[in-house]
């Protein structure tokens, strides 16, 4: 158990919705990252965040957006829902940039 | 722009000998590189590191070596055991300069018995 929670672990929903993925962190770990990995594709990063705010940016999409909350809890907006957005989702939590990234068991979206 | 590749989608190894995961890199800036390990239905795991200062790093069954020149780094598992099957992701970041960790699509490692 890595300690980094996902929810939900599945997730089927129409062309054109919105969805919300979320995920708690390790204990103590400042820093939250999510990947989406789509078939045959490796993991793509998609944005960090740190202590609330934006660190990084990735090959996100516009349709898409993220928030870490201040009890560190991060929450991945999906919206305007494509076939192509069919993907497993994981979060990822680090206490520091020298630190290995601990993986949630991600969240598989399905959109039909 | 792949950062990051792996060239080799799966691999095949006899149980007990030795298997060797390659990565390749193109981004000079990367310094701090990472392999990953992922069983199906669960989260990628973090197996082993190495800094760009070194060029050699062990943990047990596991050595990741680093030819900076070649941009390089390859795994090594020996012996190779049953349980080591699985998809080996490698990754790297510009560890000093942003947070982006950049993985490569993975290889997937069969042990046979």
Redo the contacts between chains.
């Keep these: 158990d890595s300690g980094v929670t996902q929810t939900p672990k599945h997730l089927i929903t129409a062309t054109g919705q919105r969805v919300t993925l979320r995920c708690s962190p390790r204990s103590g770990d400042l820093s939250v990252y999510w990947y989406q990995q789509s078939l045959d594709q490796g993991l793509q990063f998609l944005i960090q965040y740190y202590n609330g705010e934006e660190r990084a940016k990735g090959n996100i999409l516009e349709r898409f957006s993220a928030q870490q909350f201040p009890d560190l809890h991060s929450e991945l907006n999906l919206s305007s829902l494509e076939l192509g957005d069919s993907a497993l989702y994981f979060c990822a939590s680090s206490p520091s940039r020298d630190s290995p990234l601990h993986f949630g068991n991600g969240t598989r979206l399905t959109v039909t | 722009d792949q950062q ?1 590749k ?1 060239n080799s989608p799966s691999l095949s190894v006899q149980e007990g000998r030795i298997s060797i995961l390659n990565c390749d890199y193109t981004n000079s800036m990367f310094d701090y590189f ?1 392999w ?1 390990k992922k069983y199906p ?6 197996l082993i ?1 190495i800094s760009s200062i070194k060029d050699k790093n062990e943990d047990g069954r596991f050595t990741v070596f680093l030819n900076k020149s070649a941009k390089h780094l390859s795994l090594h598992i020996v012996p190779s055991q049953p349980g080591d099957s699985a998809v080996y ?1 490698c ?1 790297a970041t510009p ?2 300069r ?9 290889t997937r490692l069969h042990i046979l018995p």
């Excluded at chain 2, 942003?98 to 993975?106: A, S």
Aim: glycine content about 12%; cysteine-free; hydrophobic content about 40%.
């Design positions: 990051v792996q990472l990953y239905a669960e989260g990628p795991t973090f590191s992701f990754a560890r000093n942003d947070d982006k960790i950049i993985f490569g699509k993975g």
